[in-house]
């Protein structure tokens, strides 16, 4: 009888290859990996050319970097409020649908790392809070750009990436209202491609506008100064005059006033008439002037608005032998109000008194006219 010794079984044979496995991606798939940092950068910077030029179109004032909280000069009280408007817009879209028009240009969506959905209006607000840490020293921004999920400080706090993809997974609130669009509007869908090239048509310009700039300045006298009355007789004479000027900015070919300030002026000199050809303007004198609104607020040589029953002995003077001057600056237009002025020497005395009115100015002699540039 015969026995025959069987073969060692075969090993196993190697599994088929297949996508790779979810622990080397993360929070990525192979359809939305990881967003270039680059492209995350250039999305940010598209972003803060829309915001800017919206306020720079409204206002003639616009914030510097608004997407990034804390770098960047701040726009004033009227840009701000722009600003501020356009950033909510902005925080909308990328709440829900993961995209800014820059991050859409680029290709980058902001999603939850566990389900890939855009985070909604809550998560977006504390996010671009959270920016705050990022930006000290722009330390959070660049740490993105070496973490394995390229994940800044905010992300990192919030539990989110940026994946480099235009369709994300769609918020509960999106993936609901293109339902009812699909059953009752099908003739409102669109080609994602339209939205692409919309966003494509408001950063373009946007950035051409941050890229191309220029300034200037002006300043328009009044056609004629007015007398100030000195009651009595007195060797010095007075004249007030007034004036404005603005500073101007263009984007793009397009300009826009981003300060503009109204000035009123009183001189002191030595009347030519009817007095002692001798006479001379004391080397230490100095003149005084407060500006009286119709409704008892004034402007002194400072330029700040204070109280009407406030009391303000502070003085402008212009060096010379027979001028002593003062000036204050105002942030609205003086034309009209009411001048006090006193001249008095080193000592104090006062060598005389007036009251007068700031000159109208003409419209026409403005720097340029409206919505216009220098030529």
């Not at 829309?50 to 770098?71: E, R, Y």
């Not at 404005?244 to 300060?259: D, K, M």
């Not at 003149?287 to 003085?315: F, I, K, M, N």
């Amino acid at each position: 009888m015969t026995t025959t010794v069987g073969q060692p079984p075969l090993p196993p044979a190697p599994p088929a290859p297949g996508p790779p496995a979810t622990d080397d991606l993360g929070p990525f798939t192979p359809e939305r990996p990881r967003a270039p940092w680059g492209n995350r950068v250039l999305a940010t910077l598209l972003d803060s050319a829309v915001v800017a030029s919206v306020a720079f179109l409204a206002t003639g004032d616009a914030p510097s970097l608004a997407a990034v909280p804390g770098p960047g000069e701040a726009a004033d009280a009227g840009g701000a409020a722009w600003t501020a408007g356009t950033l909510l817009v902005l925080g909308v879209l990328q709440a829900y649908t993961g995209m800014t028009p820059g991050k859409r240009v680029t290709g980058v969506s902001v999603v939850d790392a566990g389900s890939g959905r855009p985070i909604g209006l809550l998560g977006t607000i504390l996010r671009w809070l959270a920016h705050l840490l990022d930006a000290l020293l722009l330390v959070g921004y660049v740490r993105a750009a070496f973490h394995r999920e390229g994940r800044t400080f905010a992300d990192s706090l919030l539990g989110t990436v940026a994946v480099s993809t235009r369709t994300p997974e769609p918020h509960p609130w999106v993936a609901h209202l293109r339902r009812g669009r699909d059953d009752h509007a099908p003739w409102l869908r669109w080609p994602r491609r339209i939205t692409s090239a919309a966003a494509l048509a408001l950063c373009a310009p946007a950035a051409a506008m941050s890229l191309v700039q220029g300034s200037a300045g002006g300043s328009t006298m009044a056609e004629s100064e007015s007398s100030c009355e000195v009651p009595g007789t007195s060797p010095y004479i007075a004249l007030i005059g007034s004036s404005s000027s603005e500073s101007n900015e263009s984007r793009a070919g397009i300009w826009r006033t981003t300060e503009k300030s109204w000035q009123a002026v009183v001189g002191w000199s030595i009347a030519t008439a009817g007095t002692d050809p001798d006479a001379r303007m004391p080397l230490d004198a100095r003149a005084g002037l407060t500006v009286h609104s119709p409704d008892g607020w004034q402007y002194t040589p400072r330029g700040e608005p204070t109280a009407p029953d406030g009391a303000d002995d502070t003085w402008w003077s212009m060096p010379g032998d027979d001028v002593a001057s003062a000036v204050v600056d105002a942030d609205e237009d003086l034309s009209g109000w009411t001048v006090t002025s006193t001249l008095v020497d080193g000592a104090g005395k006062v060598l005389a008194e007036c009251v007068g009115a700031v000159p109208l100015l003409d419209p026409d002699t403005a720097p340029w006219g409206p919505g216009t540039g220098p030529s």
